[in-house]
Structure formats: structure tokens, C-alpha cells
């Protein structure tokens, strides 16, 4: 019985978060450190990460995310999945009980739920479709942050509530979480889709379930200016106390992206 609930538990923790960071001052521009010899970006393919850049500074969150309306593909370059093809969208939705004003869906796993706070976005609650699974996170987990200088971090803590997605009065269990996440410099980054300076953001994910469950989520996201996610390198880690542990690496290359022609707006379930 407990192995059941802890793999049950395990699976509706799985997160897809990422971080878009913006420098204080527009006129900055910080050398960025070498990622020579950094083993997960590995995942990506040989010549998929290039030299380090000058990190500018962005003034403009939405441009750098590209948040809108559209749809981005992306090849899996590593894990089980490798060689396939996984779709996300991003679509303006009606107003929710939590304020959640848009909807991005993540392949055939993940929908999440976000709305906008003093310049960026957070993240109230999630979908994890394959584990009928509903979290919310109190606070929001912070998405999409505005006001990081190249080099700084910002840390969040907060509890996460797992209930099951037919029948939303179960609740599963209640679990902590703590990302940490740091705007890492820019970096010339070639995919299928072409070539762009794209800015990395580090985010470090900590999530602790019942003092049984243990997850560590390290990922790496590069974003262009103007198109959004261009590459993303995930290495997730989960330990269950004598039961089992799991080490997955994952990596994204942007194929395309299709922007909407014009917003539409849908009503969230």
C-alpha cells in the first residue's frame, strides 16, 4: 500500500516550470560565465550550446517569453522519449476563482494555470493529466520573474496541495516546495528552428512529501528574445526512502513556432 501511494505521489509531483528574469538597469551588459564541461547540457546534442555572450538587459518580460497566444514544437532529444515530437500552447482564458488569466499546455501531460503579479506571472494551480492530478501551490509558485540583474537569484518556499483531478475533495497529500532561481547569463544557442542569443535561467526545484518523498528538478531553459523557449535541459532526481530512486535527464530543441492571428479567449474548466 505504501509503495502504491509513494509512486502515485511521485507521478503527480512531476513539474514543468520555468523562469523568465529581467536586469534592473536597461543599459547593463555582464559577461557570462563559460558552461564548458557541464555534463547536463550534454542532453541537448553536441554544438547546441556555444559561447558564452554579454547578458543584456531586458525590458520587456512578455518579449522575451514570447507570452502569447501561439504554439511552440520541440523534438526530445534524450530520455524515453527520445526522437519524439511534444507540442506547447499558451492561451488567454477566462478569469478564474484564483485569478488565473492564462493557459499553458504542456504535450499531453500538463496544463497550468497563470495569472500576472507586479510585472511577471505565477503559477496557482496545475494539471497532471496522465495522474488525474490537481496541485495548487500557496503561495503561487513564481513563473515568470521581472527585476533580476545577470547573475542574481530569487528564492521561493511555499506548500503544495495534490488532489485528485475526478474528484477534487480527495486530497492525495500535501507536500513542500522550494525553487531557486538564477538569470545565468546569455548564450548563442542553434536548434532545428535557427540560431539565437538566448538568455539561460537556472531554476533548482526541492520538493519534500511526507518526509518520505524526495525531489530534486534542475533545469536549464534558454529563452530568445521575440520567440520564447528555444532549448531546455531538465535533470530530475526522486528518492523514496528504501523503496526506490529514479535519475532522468531530459533535453527540448526547439523545432517551430506558430503564432495565433489573433488572441482568443476560452473559458477554463
Same mark, same amino acid.
Given at each position: 500500500m505504501l509503495r502504491a501511494l509513494t509512486v502515485r505521489v511521485l507521478a503527480a509531483v512531476t513539474l514543468t516550470a520555468m523562469s523568465v528574469m529581467?536586469?534592473?538597469? $536597461?543599459?547593463?551588459? +555582464?559577461?557570462? $560565465?563559460?558552461?564548458?564541461?557541464?555534463?547536463?547540457?550534454? +542532453?541537448?546534442?553536441?554544438?547546441v550550446v556555444g559561447e558564452p555572450e554579454s547578458a543584456p538587459a531586458f525590458q520587456d518580460a512578455g518579449r522575451i517569453a514570447r507570452w502569447e497566444t501561439g504554439e511552440w514544437l520541440y523534438r526530445i532529444t534524450s530520455g524515453d522519449h527520445r526522437g519524439q515530437t511534444e507540442v506547447e500552447s499558451l492561451v488567454v482564458i477566462g478569469v478564474t476563482a484564483r485569478g488565473e488569466t492564462w493557459k499553458r499546455t504542456i504535450g499531453q501531460d500538463s496544463t497550468l494555470f497563470l495569472r500576472e503579479v507586479d510585472g511577471g506571472l505565477v503559477l496557482p494551480s496545475q494539471i497532471t493529466h496522465t495522474h488525474h492530478a490537481l496541485v495548487y501551490f500557496d503561495p503561487p509558485l513564481s513563473y515568470l520573474i521581472a527585476g533580476l540583474a545577470p547573475g542574481e537569484s530569487r528564492a521561493f518556499d511555499g506548500r503544495m496541495d495534490v488532489y485528485s483531478i475526478n474528484n477534487p475533495a480527495i486530497k492525495w497529500y500535501t507536500g513542500r516546495i522550494r525553487a531557486t532561481t538564477l538569470y545565468a547569463g546569455a548564450y548563442r544557442v542553434t536548434t532545428p528552428a535557427g540560431t539565437f542569443r538566448a538568455a539561460l535561467i537556472k531554476t533548482e526545484y526541492r520538493i519534500e512529501i511526507l518526509t518520505v518523498v524526495s525531489v530534486r528538478d534542475t533545469l536549464y531553459t534558454f529563452y530568445a528574445e521575440g520567440v520564447g523557449k528555444v532549448a531546455e535541459a531538465e535533470h530530475r532526481r526522486i528518492a523514496a526512502m528504501g523503496l526506490f530512486n529514479t535519475d532522468t535527464k531530459i533535453g527540448r530543441l526547439l523545432l517551430s513556432y506558430t503564432p495565433a492571428s489573433r488572441p482568443s479567449r476560452i473559458e477554463s474548466p
Open positions: 529581467l536586469p534592473r538597469t $536597461p543599459s547593463a551588459q +555582464v559577461a557570462s $560565465p563559460s558552461l564548458a564541461g557541464d555534463e547536463l547540457l550534454q +542532453v541537448l546534442g553536441y554544438g
